[in-house]
């Protein structure tokens, strides 16, 4: 028996493997099963994935819906791995659980998201003899891994599946052990996304059409703005929009996000004579350009952002990409790939119009901007793209691109635009270098 074993955490996720399906993306299989895992901090009072409204919608995709929550409670998606000597006892049995087959001829094929952590991770560990796809559901595709993978895991992966979010800029993703992407049609996915909008509740049909839509991220969750600094960013947004001529702002806040950003909206859409609606229903952004049709799609780095405006051609503008480019920490961080793509093609929220003196990078350049960001973030894991990060620093460091660099990483990896250009002859002085380190030696003596 061939059974496939698709894993998703979003209904995002869930419509790209949709897509990929209608597609004709994978092999013919005797069962496809859907894993589905609630990864929120706390799962018990968010969503799960196979309860949103639309998910009716792909069901039929596959054989059986299963859930990973249930499958290890009491312990949490995000936290549990197997320890290496159980791990076989596990698979035993989930096969046993799932119905996979335990003989030497029952093949299992997992496809995963974000394979660099758990739960996915626990799964790859789990299904040790499994080959394994990987399909991505935004932004982060097109940066390094990363961690450093396990080869044991790494080298099963065959491809890569991604939609054409950024047309023309290929991924970094999984690139250290050869993996080939491989687009999910743009098609196949705009028509799953219009299956799933039919189901949309009552309070998106309500919506007012033509509305600015302004997306809510939480990113005080992820410790990277306070909650007063994200609060200011929504007002920022709404003042942008309002700035802009729309009388009429919806606003899409975060599934987990506190109701205190929505009262702070509202206080200031009264005083700006603008109309608001607040959607509290957890629906998919792209549901609402299905049957909203907005003026403006405003946000601050989501993905999407991109899916507005390169699958639907919605105008778009960002705002705090700036202040996050500062705040992401450490420079590793996985999300400034998507920060960095967002602030270099999607134009300013405060600008004048919608596009006005913006040009955003294209071809060559975005694609050595991000090889030379993905080579700062994991040179480790990609050190064959330090020529390429040398000749892009060399060459493109200019005012507008240094805010995607940190002096500080520049010069731990010796790296052009480390130090001001009248001072670059000190890194390639034998005396500077050699009373550096006489000054290093004395301190680590002193402390010692």
Same mark, same amino acid.
């Given at each position: 028996m061939r059974t496939h074993l698709f894993f998703a955490s979003t209904l995002y996720g869930a419509a790209t493997l949709a897509a990929a399906l209608d597609a004709d993306h994978f092999?013919?299989?005797?069962?496809?099963?859907? +894993?589905?895992?609630?990864? $929120? @901090?706390n799962p018990e009072t968010a969503p799960a994935l196979d309860t949103m409204p639309g998910f009716e919608r792909l069901r039929d995709r596959f054989d059986r819906v299963l859930s990973w929550n249930e499958t290890i409670r009491p312990f949490h998606p995000g936290g549990w791995s197997p320890r290496t000597d159980d791990a076989p006892l596990w698979?035993?049995?989930?096969?046993l659980l799932w119905g996979l087959g335990d003989g030497p001829e029952d093949e299992v094929t997992l496809v995963l998201e974000s394979l660099q952590v758990d739960p996915a991770l626990a799964l790859a560990r789990l299904f040790a003899d499994a080959p394994i796809e990987v399909y991505a559901d935004g932004l982060m595709s097109y940066g390094p891994t990363r961690n450093k993978l396990d080869p044991l895991v790494g080298a099963r992966v065959r491809r890569l599946l991604h939609l054409d979010l950024v047309p023309g800029l290929r991924p970094l =993703? =999984?690139? %250290?052990?050869?993996?080939?992407?491989?687009?999910?049609?743009t098609d196949a996915f705009r028509a799953v996304l219009a299956e799933v909008a039919k189901?949309?509740?009552?309070?998106?049909?309500? @919506?007012?059409?033509?509305? $600015? +839509? #302004?997306?809510?991220?939480? #990113?005080? $969750? #992820?410790?990277? &703005?306070?909650?007063?600094?994200?609060?200011? +960013?929504? =007002?920022?947004?709404? *003042?942008?929009? @309002?700035? *802009?001529?729309?009388? %009429?702002?919806?606003?899409?806040?975060?599934?987990?996000?506190?109701?205190?950003?929505?009262?702070? &909206?509202e206080k200031e859409a009264g005083e700006l004579g603008v109309g608001l609606t607040v959607l509290d229903a957890p629906v998919l952004a792209e549901m609402l350009y299905e049957r909203m049709r907005p003026a403006l799609v405003v946000g601050c780095f989501s993905t999407a952002l991109l899916t507005a405006s390169a699958f639907y051609g919605l105008p778009v503008a960002r705002t705090g990409t700036e202040l996050l480019l500062e705040r992401v920490t450490p420079y590793q961080n996985s999300n400034r790939v998507p920060v960095t793509l967002v602030d270099a093609l999607l134009p300013d929220l405060d600008g004048a119009a919608a596009g006005d003196g913006f040009s955003p990078p294209k071809g060559r350049e975005l694609t050595g901007l991000l090889r030379a960001v993905g080579f700062c973030m994991q040179s480790q894991i990609y050190p064959q793209l330090r020529p390429e990060a040398e000749r892009y620093l060399a060459t493109r460091l200019t005012p507008a691109t240094r805010r995607y660099f940190?002096?500080? *990483?520049?010069? $731990?990896?010796? &790296?052009?635009?480390?130090?001001? *250009?009248?001072? @670059?002859?000190?890194?390639?002085?034998?005396?500077?270098?050699?009373?550096?380190r006489r000054a290093r030696a004395l301190k680590r003596a002193a402390l010692g």
């Open positions: 092999e013919p299989a005797d069962q496809r099963l859907l +894993l589905v895992s609630n990864n $929120a @901090a698979e035993r049995h989930l096969r =993703l =999984l690139s %250290e052990f050869g993996v080939e992407p491989e687009l999910v049609p189901d949309v509740p009552p309070s998106v049909t309500e @919506a007012p059409r033509g509305a $600015a +839509l #302004l997306l809510g991220q939480y #990113l005080s $969750a #992820l410790d990277i &703005l306070s909650p007063d600094e994200e609060e200011r +960013l929504h =007002l920022r947004m709404l *003042r942008g929009a @309002a700035a *802009r001529g729309h009388r %009429e702002v919806v606003f899409k806040p975060h599934p987990v996000a506190p109701a205190r950003h929505s009262r702070a &909206l940190k002096r500080r *990483r520049l010069t $731990a990896l010796g &790296l052009p635009g480390a130090v001001p *250009r009248q001072f @670059a002859f000190v890194p390639r002085n034998r005396t500077v270098r050699r009373v550096a």
